[in-house]
C-alpha cells in the first residue's frame, strides 16, 4: 500500500522550531516531487514549500520564505520541513504530497499530486 506519513507536530511556543517529516511507504519518494500544504480551520488549504525529486530546486510561499526550510533524505525515503520563529498563525494540520509527473515543482494546485498523508497537527501558542 502506497503511503505518506507526517510526524514531527506537536505544541510550541511563539517564536519556538517545530520540523515535521514526511515518510514514504510501499514507494521509492525518490521519484516524487514533495510539496509541504497546511490548513487551519475555517480556511482553505495553503501550499507553503516544494522540494525537486533531487533536492536542487525549492519553492516556497510568501508567507513562510525566510523561516521554513524544506529539505529531502531520499536514502531515508524522508521529506522533512523544518520551520523556525513560529507564529500563531501557523496552527494547522500540515500534510505532505507528492507528484511523480512533476522533476520540479508545479505549484501549489492540490489536484497536480498523486499522494498524500493523513497530516500532523502544529499548534504555536503560550
Known amino acids: 500500500q502506497l503511503q505518506l506519513v507526517e510526524s514531527g507536530g506537536g505544541l510550541v511556543q511563539p517564536g519556538g522550531s517545530l520540523r515535521v517529516s514526511c515518510a514514504a511507504s510501499?514507494?521509492?519518494?525518490?521519484?516524487?516531487?514533495i510539496a509541504w500544504f497546511r490548513q487551519a480551520p475555517g480556511k482553505e488549504r495553503e501550499g507553503l514549500a516544494c522540494?525537486?525529486?533531487?533536492?536542487?530546486?525549492?519553492n516556497y510561499a510568501e508567507s513562510v520564505k525566510g523561516r521554513f526550510t524544506i529539505s529531502r533524505d531520499n536514502a531515508k525515503n524522508t521529506v522533512y520541513l523544518q520551520m523556525n520563529s513560529l507564529k500563531p498563525e501557523d496552527t494547522a494540520i500540515y500534510y505532505c504530497?507528492?507528484?511523480?509527473?512533476?522533476?520540479?515543482?508545479?505549484?501549489?494546485?492540490?489536484?497536480?499530486?498523486?499522494?498524500w498523508g493523513q497530516g500532523t497537527q502544529v499548534t504555536v501558542s503560550s
Open positions: 504530497a507528492a507528484t511523480v509527473k512533476y522533476y520540479v515543482c508545479p505549484g501549489y494546485v492540490s489536484t497536480l499530486y498523486n499522494y
Open positions: 522540494i525537486s525529486i533531487n533536492g536542487g530546486s525549492t
Open positions: 510501499g514507494f521509492t519518494l525518490g521519484y516524487y516531487t
